[in-house]
């Protein structure tokens, strides 16, 4: 089955700062998800990438304080802007119905594990 | 109230028993439902996966949905070490956004 890589898998950012995550795939693929994992909680989804259009970002998520880019079949990055401690959590990509699985399956990266001090 | 919910345990059994993990939700639109594995430090990696109800057999997992009581149980027979981990129960529309429940921390003794 196809590949899901995240960089960086954590880092330690300092408060109004931004980071950008990368989600690399190993095969192409129409929708991907970015999700939010806070501590002790479950995922939550950010926001929807298709390739060659804008975004779709679910309620309580916005487009300036999370950027994504999609530009290709197989990339996506999520950039964290203007940090502050609670959007300490882990962020992870996540990818639908990949190259030789069956429909409606979704697989997830490693994820990112971000500490905002 | 949360769309799913789901006990967070910890759920500790002795290896060798059988697991019953559960998942209550609120819509009755969802078709989809999947349950997930989740090591420490891990991303997420896909169990089962069910489409409406029924149940589902993978070797030592069971995955059973019954719609008309929105209630889905995922089963692990003679659970070992190895499956220490917390199991993310997933629900969808249309199969694609997943709405989790918070997940089942579970503990597997030797």
Redesign the interface.
Known sequence: SAVISQKPSRDICQRGTSLTIQCQVDSQVTMMFWYRQQPGQSLTLIATANQGSEATYESGFVIDKFPISRPNLTFSTLTVSNMSPEDSSIYLCSVFSLAGGKDYEQYFGPGTRLTVT | QKE?E?DPGPLSVPEGAIVSLNCTYSNSAFQ?F?W?RQYS??????LM?T?SSGNKEDGRFTAQVDKSSKYISLFIRDSQPSDSATY?C?M?LY?????????TILRVKS
């Open positions: 799913v789901q989809y999947m997930y430090r891990k991303g997420p990696e896909l996966y489409y993310l997933a969808s199969g694609n956004k997943l709405v989790f429940g918070a997940g």
